[in-house]
């Protein structure tokens, strides 16, 4: 990371950092303020960047491995630089009766690019997503997750004529970095492999599940197994039923290999 990159991050920790403890004074557990955080630095950055997931980790207790392995869950974080405009045609099934396959064709032929791809000039990103729950208006789309119904060949046409001449209605994302030809991370094919992923290198503990009070996961999946799962007590938050019962079968654990 060059220095003008680290001071950047620098800096936005630190006008981030008021906002992210007024998230966490929200939850009883700071790791629930996970998810809200790293929208926080998405919508700064551009995307979800290494560093901003190491800084959380710190931040909230985790190990990188337990953010990494978050983020990458939700399809709305982007671990790589996209485009200004996210361009997100849904292919669901109201929307493929009703013309989408067109759509999506016309759209890959006017950007010159295909599904997970970006631009030349950084400036919109493309994607065919799963179904977006609006399918009282056929074909849709999002842009920046804002919804575009009723897709049609003009209404693509002066959709990008807008992006293009910066008239567009829809605010462009941040992006701090220029991306590359697509946003999909290699190294989720060595993770699939048996690597490790960048959240779990350069760690002193890089197999911690992050069980509570198992540091193995083995309980945890002993839990799942052969114990009765429900709790009575209550909370807002599940986490702390369940972190409750884990360190009492943790206790117990330790007791017996004592004796």
């Known amino acids: 990371m060059s220095t003008t990159r680290e001071q950047n991050f ?3 920790t630190e006008r981030l950092r ?3 403890e007024a998230m966490v004074a929200q939850y009883e557990e700071k790791r629930s303020a996970l998810l809200p955080i790293m929208h926080a630095f998405q919508e700064h950055e551009g995307f979800v960047s290494q560093q901003a997931m190491r800084w959380a980790a710190d931040f909230l207790g985790l190990t990188p491995a337990v953010v990494e392995s978050t983020v990458s869950f939700y399809s709305l974080f982007f671990r790589k630089p996209v485009g ?3 361009l ?3 292919r669901g099934l109201s929307c493929t009766i009703n013309g989408a396959e067109e759509i999506m064709a016309a759209f890959r032929e006017k950007l010159g690019i295909g599904h997970l791809q970006t631009t030349d000039d950084g400036l919109i990103s493309y994607e065919e997503v799963e179904c977006l729950a609006a399918c009282d208006r056929p074909t849709c789309m999002q842009v920046n997750l804002e919804f575009i119904y009723d897709l049609t060949p003009s209404a693509i046409d002066d959709l990008l004529a807008a992006i293009r001449g ?3 209605a829809v605010k462009p994302m941040a992006q701090t970095e220029k991306p590359g030809s697509t946003w999909i991370v290699g190294q ?3 993770v699939s492999e048996g690597r490790k992923s960048p959240g779990a ?3 002193s503990d890089p197999n911690n599940a992050g069980g509570v009070g198992d540091r193995s996961g083995i309980i945890m999946l002993d839990r799942f197994v052969e114990m009765d799962s429900s709790f009575v007590a209550r909370t807002r938050e599940r986490l702390v039923r ?3 019962a884990v360190d009492a079968i943790a206790h117990e654990e330790v007791n017996h290999a004592g004796h």
């Open 84 to 86: 200004k405009y996210v």
């Open 166 to 168: 910066g008239t567009c």
């Open 88 to 90: 997100q045609v849904c």
């Open 188 to 190: 989720d094919g060595s």
């Open 201 to 203: 290198t350069g760690v």
């Open 18 to 20: 008021p906002q992210c």
């Open 242 to 244: 369940d972190a409750g």
């Open 10 to 12: 620098e800096a936005l």
